[in-house]
């Protein structure tokens, strides 16, 4: 590697409120018991979660757009150091390593998304009463051919989605500094959180599926030093900013306060 620092991690904990059903599609083969053609991903103990790929590719592809990012043959692709170094998604997302050869320190990815759980408390009498499944409903949907806008003979499916109201926690972004001017990078993940608040995660979004809200959102700042004391996450930097809009507004101020120690 060339001449990588480390200055410290930042930890993004929050909640993600369901406001519209939300449904990431899981495996479709391998039956389960009173299975529904179209289920949800669940984990192993058959509760539905958010993976955090989805979470970290949802972010990605909406900054991507937002950032008007180079595109070749359909996909983003920087090629150069110069590209690469000017462009905030190959800088917190990373680049493929064969890419640019000969220099690890190009390669580096800054952001770490986590699995979120569900919050079984968050699923109140009311949303159960309204649930076909332990903790998801199911909809019948028509399949719309994209073509022609109408509905495909016969093709109704059940879809399964998870209820608003629903809460996932804890949400857990991680975010590398690894240089200086890193601590301004860290103002585009809060930008794509706002920009998913006004889209959607998962699938059926045209449908109205998957509006989401990050919620309760504290932002720690881990230096080196706070890793060799063994002191992780004691140093709130949010000054109470909960939300991405109010943590934008206010980034500046944040900001000041991820000071190096080493
Ligand atoms: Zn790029």
Same mark, same amino acid.
């Given at each position: 590697?060339?001449? &990588?620092?480390? /200055?410290?991690?930042?930890?993004? @904990?929050?909640?993600?409120?369901?406001?519209?059903?939300?449904?990431? *599609?899981?495996?479709?083969?391998?039956?389960?018991?009173?299975?529904?053609? @179209?289920? &949800?991903?669940?984990?192993?103990?058959?509760?539905?979660?958010?993976? *955090?790929?989805? /979470?970290?590719?949802? %972010?990605?592809?909406?900054?991507?757009?937002?950032?008007?990012?180079?595109?070749?043959?359909?996909?983003?692709?920087?090629?150069?150091?110069?590209?690469?170094?000017?462009?905030?998604?190959?800088?917190?997302?990373?680049?493929?390593?064969?890419?640019?050869?000969?220099?690890? !320190? #190009?390669?580096?990815?800054? &952001?770490?998304?986590?699995?979120?759980? /569900?919050?079984?408390?968050?699923?109140?009498?009311? +949303?159960?009463?309204? +649930?076909? /499944?332990?903790?998801?409903?199911?909809?019948?949907?028509? !399949?719309?051919?994209?073509?022609?806008?109408?509905?495909?003979?016969?093709? %109704?499916?059940?879809?399964?989605?998870?209820? !608003?109201?629903?809460?996932?926690?804890?949400?857990?972004?991680?975010?590398?500094? #690894?240089?200086?001017?890193?601590?301004?990078?860290?103002?585009?993940?809060?930008? !794509?959180?706002?920009?998913? =608040?006004?889209?959607?995660?998962?699938?059926?979004?045209?449908?109205?599926?998957? @509006?989401?809200? #990050?919620?309760?959102?504290?932002? #720690?700042?881990?230096?080196?030093?706070?890793? $060799?004391?063994?002191?992780?996450? @004691?140093?709130?930097?949010?000054?109470?900013?909960? $939300?991405? &809009? =109010?943590?934008?507004?206010?980034?500046? $101020?944040?900001?000041?306060?991820?000071?190096?120690?080493?």
């Amino acid at each position: 590697m060339n001449n &990588v620092s480390f /200055l410290g991690k930042i930890m993004i @904990q929050g909640s993600i409120e369901i406001k519209t059903g939300l449904r990431i *599609g899981g495996m479709t083969t391998g039956v389960k018991i009173g299975g529904v053609d @179209q289920p &949800v991903i669940t984990d192993p103990n058959n509760k539905p979660y958010i993976p *955090g790929s989805s /979470l970290k590719g949802k %972010l990605r592809s909406l900054l991507e757009k937002k950032e008007q990012v180079k595109i070749a043959n359909g996909q983003h692709s920087c090629t150069s150091i110069d590209e690469y170094k000017n462009c905030p998604i190959c800088r917190i997302w990373g680049i493929m390593g064969d890419k640019i050869k000969d220099n690890d !320190a #190009f390669t580096l990815t800054r &952001v770490i998304i986590r699995d979120t759980y /569900l919050d079984e408390s968050s699923i109140t009498e009311e +949303m159960r009463r309204n +649930m076909d /499944l332990e903790w998801t409903e199911v909809k019948m949907e028509t !399949a719309i051919d994209r073509f022609t806008g109408t509905a495909k003979g016969g093709s %109704l499916r059940q879809i399964e989605r998870i209820p !608003a109201g629903a809460i996932f926690k804890p949400m857990e972004i991680l975010f590398n500094i #690894f240089e200086e001017n890193d601590k301004d990078l860290l103002m585009k993940i809060f930008e !794509a959180m706002e920009l998913l =608040e006004h889209d959607y995660l998962g699938g059926m979004g045209s449908r109205g599926y998957g @509006q989401i809200k #990050f919620k309760d959102i504290d932002i #720690f700042w881990n230096s080196k030093r706070s890793y $060799t004391q063994g002191a992780i996450n @004691q140093n709130k930097i949010s000054n109470g900013f909960t $939300t991405p &809009v =109010e943590i934008l507004k206010n980034f500046e $101020t944040i900001k000041e306060n991820i000071k190096n120690e080493s």
